[in-house]
C-alpha cells in the first residue's frame, strides 16, 4: 500500500467493534481463528482495556491462545467525538510496525494482520508483560530496560536514517510518513504550543499549581525554547520516529521489553524520541515523593531511575557508534571521504559532533514533553495518581522546574549525568507552590 492509499483506511464499511462484536470478527479471519484454536465466536472471550487517549483494545482469549485487537476510532478517545480524527493512523502505525520489526522484531509483539478497512492491527497478546509506567509507579526496577532501549532506538533511528538508508528508499519513506499530518498535529499543539497559552484544554493541580503553571505564559525563555524545539520537530527529518516513546507504550518483564503503538510514526528528529524517554523517567523520579511510607525506598527507586536515563543514553551512543562504522552505507559521511583516504579521526569527530547535537535535541524535547504533562490536555499517571493534592502539586512543581531547565538551557549540560544532579538538586527544593 502507498501514502495516498493511506487515505482508504475506513470508510463506508468501517465499524467499532465492542467486547462482543469483536469476537465474530477475529473467530471470521482463518490465521487469527487457528490461532485462537477455535473458529466459534461463543468459544472466545474479549475484553477491552485500552486505557490510552486514542483507542480501542481489546484482548481475545480462545481455548487455543490469545491476541490483541488494537482499533483506531474515528475521534480522540480521551476527549469524545468533539474531536475528530483520521483512522489513517493505523495505516501508519502498521507501516511503522512493520519497519520496526524488520530491525528489531525481538523488540515487538508479533505483528498478525492489519484492516485497513476496520482501521484495526491484530498483534500478539504480550504476556506476562505489564505497562512499564505502571511498574514505576509501584517502585519496581528492571535490569535489562536501559540496555532494551538504548539498542531499540540506536538500530531503528541508524537503520532509518540517510547515515545508512539508499537515499531513494529515505525519500520515498519519508513522503510516505509526511502523511501522518492529523498526529503530528495534536504534538505540534499539545507538546510544544498549547501549554503557553491559556488553551481552553490545558489543565493543572489547582489551585496550588496556579502560580508555575500560568507564568509559562510569560516566560519568555520557555516560550523561545518551546518554539526552537518546536522548529526541529517539524523541519529535522532525519529518521523514522516511534513519535510517542512514552513509559506508557512499552511492555516489559523481568527479562523482556516490548515497544508498542508507534501510531505517531513519522521522519523527524532523532532526539525527540531519546527525550520522550527521558522525560517520562524523570516524570517518574518526581512523582516518587507522591508515594509510599518509606522515604528511603523511594529514593533508591529515584536512584535508578536517574541511573536508567544515564544507562539509556550510554547504551543508545555506543550502538550508534558500532552502527556507524559497521553500517555507514548511506550519503552521510561516506566512507570514501573519510576511512578510505586513512582519515577514521574525521569519521570518528563526525560522530561525537553528530551525537552532541542528538544530546542537546534529546534534552529540549525531554523538558517540551514534562512541561506538557503538567499544564496541558494529556498528563501522565505518575502524577494523576498522587491522591493528597499538595503532595501531588509539589512533585508537579519539582518536575515543572526540571522541565524548564532543559527547555531553556539544553545546550549547556555537558552529559547525562549533569542532568542527574540537577535532577538531584531540584528534588530537594521546597516552598515552589
Ligand atoms: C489527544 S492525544 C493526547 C496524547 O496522547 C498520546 O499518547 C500522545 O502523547 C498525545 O499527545
Ligand atoms: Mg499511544
Not at 36 to 41: D, Q, S
Not at 73 to 84: E, Q
Not at 228 to 245: I, P
Amino acid at each position: 500500500m502507498r501514502a495516498s492509499e493511506g487515505s482508504l483506511v475506513g470508510g463506508h464499511d468501517y465499524r467499532a467493534f465492542d467486547a462482543e462484536s469483536v469476537k465474530a470478527y477475529v473467530t471470521g479471519v482463518k490465521d487469527i481463528a487457528a490461532r485462537l484454536g477455535t473458529a466459534r465466536a461463543e468459544e472466545v472471550k474479549a475484553r477491552e482495556v485500552g486505557d490510552g487517549n486514542l483507542n480501542l483494545v481489546f484482548v481475545v482469549e480462545g481455548p487455543g491462545g490469545a491476541v490483541v485487537v488494537k482499533q483506531a476510532l474515528p475521534y480522540v478517545r480521551l476527549v469524545g467525538d468533539s474531536w475528530p480524527l483520521p483512522l489513517d493512523r493505523a495505516f501508519f502505525e502498521w507501516n511503522a510496525l512493520e519497519r520496526q520489526a524488520a530491525v528489531q522484531p525481538k523488540r515487538l509483539p508479533q505483528l498478525l494482520r492489519f484492516d485497513p478497512v476496520n482501521a484495526l492491527i491484530v498483534m500478539e497478546y504480550l504476556s506476562p508483560h505489564v505497562i512499564l509506567r505502571k511498574e514505576l509507579i509501584s517502585g519496581r526496577r528492571f535490569k535489562h530496560l536501559a540496555e532494551h532501549l538504548g539498542v531499540f532506538l540506536a538500530e531503528t533511528l541508524f537503520r532509518s536514517s540517510d547515515f545508512h538508508l539508499p537515499t531513494a528508499r529515505k525519500k520515498a519513506d519519508m513522503a510516505l510518513f509526511a502523511g501522518n499530518v492529523s498526529m503530528c498535529a495534536i504534538t505540534e499543539n499539545l507538546v510544544f504550543t498549547e501549554p503557553y497559552f491559556d488553551a481552553p484544554l490545558n489543565r493543572w493541580t489547582r489551585p496550588q499549581l496556579d502560580g508555575p503553571a500560568l507564568a509559562l505564559r510569560t516566560d519568555r525563555a520557555a516560550k523561545i525554547g518551546a518554539q526552537e524545539m518546536l522548529y526541529r520537530f517539524a523541519t529535522k527529518s532525519e529518521a523514522l520516529l516511534h513519535g510517542d516513546l512514552h513509559t506508557g507504550s512499552i511492555m516489559v518483564t523481568s527479562t523482556d521489553t516490548r515497544i508498542i503503538d508507534p501510531e505517531f510514526a513519522f521522519y523527524g528528529p532523532m532526539g525527540f524520541d531519546i527525550g520522550a524517554l527521558i522525560a517520562n523517567l524523570y516524570l517518574a523520579y518526581f512523582a516518587q515523593e507522591g508515594y509510599g511510607d518509606d522515604p528511603e525506598e523511594r529514593i533508591h527507586s529515584g536512584e535508578w531511575l536517574l541511573e536508567t536515563a544515564e544507562s539509556l543514553w550510554s547504551v543508545f551512543a555506543e550502538s550508534f557508534a558500532r552502527l556507524w562504522r559497521e553500517e555507514r552505507s548511506g550519503i552521510l559521511y561516506s566512507r570514501a571521504v573519510f576511512e578510505d583516504l586513512g582519515d577514521e579521526t574525521g569519521s570518528t569527530v563526525g560522530l561525537h559532533r553528530f551525537l552532541k547535537t542528538v544530546f542537546d535535541d534529546a534534552v529540549g524535547f525531554a523538558g517540551a514533553k514534562m512541561v506538557r504533562r503538567l499544564v496541558g490536555l494529556a498528563h501522565v499517571a505518575d502524577m494523576d495518581a498522587i491522591a493528597d493534592p499538595d503532595r501531588r502539586a509539589g512533585c508537579e512543581a519539582r518536575a515543572l522546574l526540571m522541565g524548564r531547565e532543559l527547555l531553556v538551557n539544553r545546550t549547556t549540560f555537558g552529559d547525562i549525568y549533569g542532568l542527574s544532579c540537577i535532577a538531584r538538586s531540584i528534588r530537594r527544593e521546597r516552598n515552589l507552590t
